[in-house]
Nanobody, 114 residues
Framework: QVQLVESGGGLVQPGGSLQLSCVAS????????MGWYRQASGKEREFVDH???????TYGDSVRGRFTISRDYVKNTVTLQMNSAKGEETAVYYC????????WGQGTQVTVSS
């Protein structure tokens, strides 16, 4: 089992920056990816980005060049740096850990608004 706890959500102005963090605990070893998804009200959950246990990153088309994901393999944390935030990116952001199973955090609200 893997437990995920997110932090760092809140209010950010359009064009601003915000950082989200996620700590994983439990059976965090072996081949896996950690990353982020988001779900806006009334919409399906959307892939944001992820990083593998060997450092390979993948970004969704809408965030590439503005968001950066990083991972601390000692602390088992993943951080999402959001830059140039857009209003349509208001959503609940979920941390995800995937090995042969799929684990989710409880989610953290990000609101992009002036």
């Amino acid at each position: 089992q893997v437990q995920l706890v997110e932090s760092g959500g809140g209010l950010v102005q359009p064009g601003g920056s915000l950082q989200l963090s996620c700590v994983a605990s439990g059976s965090v070893f072996g081949g896996n990816t950690m990353g982020w998804y988001r779900q806006a009200s009334g919409k399906e959950r959307e892939f944001v980005d992820h990083v593998t246990n060997n450092g390979r990153t993948t970004y969704g088309d809408s965030v590439r060049g503005r968001f950066t994901i990083s991972r601390d393999y000692v602390k088992n944390t993943v951080t999402l740096q959001m830059n140039s935030a857009k209003g349509e990116e208001t959503a609940v952001y979920y941390c995800n850990f995937r090995d042969d199973q799929n684990y989710w955090g409880q989610g953290t609200q990000v609101t992009v608004s002036s």
